[in-house]
Structure formats: structure tokens, C-alpha cells
């Protein structure tokens, strides 16, 4: 009898980080632009914008370079980025 209290896991799809950053990313610029080029906003709404381009970018490097680690086969990778 299996047991009921088990959790499925989710599916790879579900777990991927990839679109979430992307999604996140696009939404930044989008609001960069529309800052930069319509002028809306209070005078610091330009640098938000722009961190959250840095962020999401610093962002990707992290996972790209845990993605490295699981594929290398490192001790220290995270688990579920393969």
C-alpha cells in the first residue's frame, strides 16, 4: 500500500529557474525604458530600474554557475538545478 502522505515531487518544468529570471529580467527593462524614454516617475525611479537590471544579472550568474557545479559534480552545488 502506498504511502498517502508522500508529496509528489514537481516536475522539471515547475522547478526551472530560467523562465522566472527571464520574465524578471524583461519586466526590468521594460521598465527602464519606459522610465528612461517617457520620463515617469520620481527622479530616483531611472536607478531602481537599473538595479533591478544588475540584480537580475547577478542573479543569472549565480544560477549559471550552480548549474556549472551540478554538472560538474560538486559536493557544494545546490540540489534540483540539473
Do not use: F, K, N
Not at 516617475?41 to 556549472?68: E, H, K, N, S, W
Amino acid at each position: 500500500m502506498p504511502d498517502e502522505t508522500a508529496i509528489p515531487p514537481l516536475h522539471a518544468r515547475l522547478r526551472a529557474p530560467e523562465p522566472v529570471i527571464v520574465v524578471g529580467m524583461l519586466a526590468w527593462l521594460v521598465a527602464t525604458l519606459v522610465v528612461w524614454l517617457g520620463g515617469v516617475g520620481p527622479d530616483r525611479a531611472l536607478a531602481v530600474c537599473l538595479v533591478g537590471l544588475g540584480v537580475g544579472v547577478l542573479g543569472t550568474g549565480v544560477v549559471l554557475i550552480q548549474q556549472a557545479a551540478v554538472r560538474r559534480g560538486s559536493r557544494g552545488a545546490q540540489d534540483g538545478l540539473d
